[in-house]
């Protein structure tokens, strides 16, 4: 069963916007949290964002901090990020994932249940 379901992936120039979306299945319950990893090719998965499900509060890698926002929407029980200004090495498959128990965000073991992924391509 799918319990995380991810969207809005493509391909944008450099300095361009893209939003990716989350959809979570009430199956899962409530998470704790929920983050937002990419991939990029032959090299291992690396947070980019992450919120506190039920403060809000976000986290996010430096080089990403300005440009990019995680949000989530009870109503819908989705969460997104809006990226902006996206730049060529920000090329990657994204991953969204939700932890159920509490604890750092911003590594990957923890989290139960992962997105299949969407490829982001910023052309130069």
């Known amino acids: 069963q799918v319990q995380l379901v991810e969207s809005g992936g493509g391909l944008v120039q450099a300095g361009g916007s893209l939003r990716l979306s989350c959809a979570v299945s009430?199956?899962?319950?409530?998470?704790?949290?929920m983050g937002w990893f990419r991939q990029h090719p032959g090299k291992e998965r690396e947070f980019v964002a992450a919120?506190?499900?039920?403060?809000?509060?976000?986290f996010y890698r430096d080089s990403v901090k300005g440009r990019f926002t995680i949000s989530r929407d009870n109503a819908t029980n989705t969460i997104s990020l809006q990226m902006n200004r996206l730049k060529p090495e920000e090329t990657a498959v994204y991953y969204c994932a939700a932890k159920m128990a509490s604890g750092f965000l911003s590594i990957s073991w923890p989290y139960d249940y992962w997105g299949q992924g969407t490829q982001v391509t910023v052309s130069s």
């Open positions: 919120i506190i499900w039920s403060r809000g509060s976000t």
């Open positions: 009430e199956r899962i319950g409530t998470p704790y949290g």
